[in-house]
Structures are given as structure tokens and as C-alpha cells.
């Protein structure tokens, strides 16, 4: 036997139960990793990456992909979502969903000529008695540009209502907004030469109508 192990076992013998206690600590700590459940599955759902309010034509800053233990019926891939119009206003961070934009049927409902919009409607009792194929008249009341206007304006006719939002997209706790904001909207279709003018109008908040 060398002269160094000579010398090193009075050293082990001395302080045996530190080693044992470090291998006793060492095989727990083993143990318990095996034991751990193992995290669950994920997949990767595409969600908003910033706020954005109805009418926001999608792009790639737009979207990102974020891990979910699961992906909610309906959710978009990256390539079907960029280009399409979100047809209600979103937080950042919830998944896209289809029922959320544009379908690819809708332009082809339009009268020749007429432009495809989201309209947020003020009233939610009207917006659940509207129903694809009316018409409605759109309004800008008084009370939502903070007074400026002494009546009403009449800012398009015979507006043709082609969509609502679904019902997913009513969940106010799930959009991050209030119900009447998320509840209220409908995709319809108006004159091209409107067009600007509702987009103009928007700003100051949601749109009374009446039915045609």
C-alpha cells in the first residue's frame, strides 16, 4: 500500500459520517428527481403580440408563437393569419382564432364594389337582433365625440351586415375587454366612398344604427 493511502485513511476514517451523510444526501436528491412528475406537453399556439383594435389588417409583427398546454378549437397558423382583418379589437397575448377575422367567403357576400369592414356596434340588445342579411344605417351620436356634434351624424345607409363575432369571442374575460366592446361587433359591408369616413369615425367609439 503507498504511502498516500496510508495517510489518507486515519483522514476518511475521521470523517466517515460526512461522507456518508453526503451520499446519503446525494441518493435522495437522485430520488427525487426521478419521482417528479415530468411537466406537461406543450404546443405552440400563435397569440396577439400587441393590443389591437377591430379592423387591424394582420402582419408578422402582429402574431407571435407562444407554448399552451393546448390549442383552443379554431386556432390560425402563421400563414392563413397574416393578411386577414380582425373583426374585434384583441389584447396582447390571446390566440387567434378564426372566428376572430375576416372569412375567405365574405368579400364575395359584398355587392360588387362595396368594401368588407368591422363595425362595433353601441347597443348589444340591437347587435343580438341583427342578423346576416340586414341593413342598418350607421350613426355617430353626439354623446361619443365628447359633445362636439349637436345631433347625431348619419355616416353611412343600407350597410350590409354579412357576420357577427362568435360567441367565443364574447367572453369578455377571455378577449381582456369589456362585454359591450367585444359583444357588439358585426362584419358588414358598405359603399366604397364611405368607407373613409366610418374609418375616420371609429375613433371617437362605437357606432349607433338602426335597422333598415
Same mark, same amino acid.
Do not use: C, H, K
Given at each position: 500500500m503507498s504511502h498516500r493511502s496510508r495517510s489518507l485513511r486515519p483522514l476518511l476514517w475521521r470523517y466517515r459520517w460526512l461522507v456518508v451523510a453526503c451520499c446519503v444526501a $446525494?441518493?435522495?436528491w437522485v430520488s427525487i428527481g426521478a419521482l417528479r412528475p415530468l411537466p406537461p406537453p406543450t404546443v405552440p399556439v400563435l397569440v396577439t403580440a400587441r393590443d389591437m383594435p377591430a379592423g387591424t389588417v394582420l402582419t408578422a409583427a402582429d402574431v407571435q408563437l407562444d407554448a399552451a398546454e393546448r390549442a383552443p378549437a379554431g386556432t390560425m397558423d402563421l400563414d392563413t393569419a397574416v393578411g386577414a382583418?380582425?373583426? @374585434? /379589437?384583441?389584447?396582447? /397575448?390571446?390566440? @387567434?382564432v378564426d372566428t376572430m377575422l375576416l372569412g375567405?367567403?365574405?368579400?364575395?357576400?359584398?355587392?360588387?364594389g362595396w368594401v368588407v369592414v368591422p363595425v362595433p356596434l353601441a347597443d348589444p340588445m340591437l347587435a343580438e337582433l341583427v342578423r346576416v342579411g340586414d341593413r342598418i344605417d350607421l350613426y355617430l351620436a353626439a354623446a361619443d365625440t365628447g359633445g362636439r356634434l349637436t345631433e347625431a351624424q348619419l355616416v353611412t345607409t343600407g350597410?350590409? @351586415?354579412?357576420?357577427?363575432a362568435g360567441p367565443?369571442?364574447?367572453?369578455?374575460?377571455?378577449?381582456?375587454?369589456?362585454?359591450?366592446?367585444? $359583444?357588439?361587433?358585426v362584419v358588414a359591408a358598405i359603399r366604397p366612398?364611405?368607407?373613409?369616413?366610418l374609418a375616420g369615425a371609429?375613433? +371617437?367609439?362605437? +357606432?349607433?344604427?338602426?335597422?333598415?
Open positions: $446525494a441518493a435522495a382583418t380582425l373583426t @374585434v /379589437g384583441l389584447p396582447a /397575448g390571446v390566440p @387567434v375567405p367567403g365574405l368579400p364575395d357576400a359584398a355587392p360588387a350597410a350590409l @351586415v354579412l357576420a357577427r367565443a369571442d364574447q367572453e369578455a374575460g377571455w378577449l381582456g375587454t369589456s362585454a359591450a366592446s367585444s $359583444a357588439s361587433v366612398e364611405d368607407a373613409a369616413a371609429s375613433g +371617437f367609439g362605437p +357606432f349607433r344604427a338602426v335597422l333598415s
